[in-house]
């Protein structure tokens, strides 16, 4: 590096979007901008997927006897079908729409592909369970 800057300056063509995040030292940190937020909009969408899979699984297996281990879910089934539905749906809505807000924070393609993992986990679990009433 000399004193007017980088050797090696960015390509002229690059923009912030598809160029990935760098120090002052022109160390790279994460991916680029453009694939994290399509990581964030991937995880956010199965998200919102398996939150309503979550929802019908849950459905069925009170159906059919189970009760439900979240006590504050618990809690809203108690009140009935379209308080739990407005909770259900409205808190996960309103943390996907945060996650995406600060999509360009480092964190934030972490912390969405994590939820969406557990949410998929979840609707395996419910899986596995329904598999085992036949």
Same mark, same amino acid.
């Given at each position: 590096?000399?004193?007017?800057?980088? =050797? !090696?300056?960015?390509?002229? !063509?690059?923009?912030?979007? =598809?160029?990935?995040?760098? #120090?002052?030292? %022109? #160390?790279?940190?994460?991916?680029?901008?453009?694939?994290?937020?399509?990581?964030?909009?991937?995880?956010?969408?199965?998200?919102?997927?398996? !939150?309503?899979?979550?929802?019908?699984? #849950?459905?069925?297996?009170?159906?059919? %006897?189970? %009760?439900?281990? !979240?006590?504050?879910?618990?809690?809203?089934?108690?009140?009935?079908?379209?308080?739990?539905?407005?909770?259900?749906?409205?808190?996960?809505?309103?943390?996907?729409?945060?996650?995406?807000?600060?999509?360009?924070?480092?964190?934030?393609?972490?912390?969405?592909? %994590?939820?969406?993992?557990?949410?998929?986990?979840?609707?395996?679990?419910?899986?596995?369970?329904?598999?085992?009433?036949?």
């Amino acid at each position: 590096m000399d004193r007017h800057g980088p =050797t !090696n300056p960015p390509a002229a !063509n690059a923009s912030p979007q =598809t160029a990935a995040a760098t #120090t002052p030292g %022109g #160390t790279v940190v994460g991916p680029p901008r453009s694939a994290r937020e399509q990581i964030v909009k991937w995880a956010l969408i199965f998200l919102c997927l398996f !939150n309503a899979e979550d929802l019908v699984l #849950t459905l069925a297996a009170l159906s059919r %006897g189970a %009760g439900e281990s !979240n006590a504050v879910m618990g809690y809203f089934f108690g009140l009935g079908l379209v308080p739990t539905l407005v909770f259900k749906i409205g808190i996960v809505t309103v943390g996907a729409l945060l996650l995406w807000r600060y999509r360009r924070r480092d964190l934030v393609p972490i912390a969405s592909v %994590g939820v969406a993992v557990v949410y998929g986990a979840i609707v395996l679990y419910h899986v596995s369970h329904a598999l085992a009433w036949r």
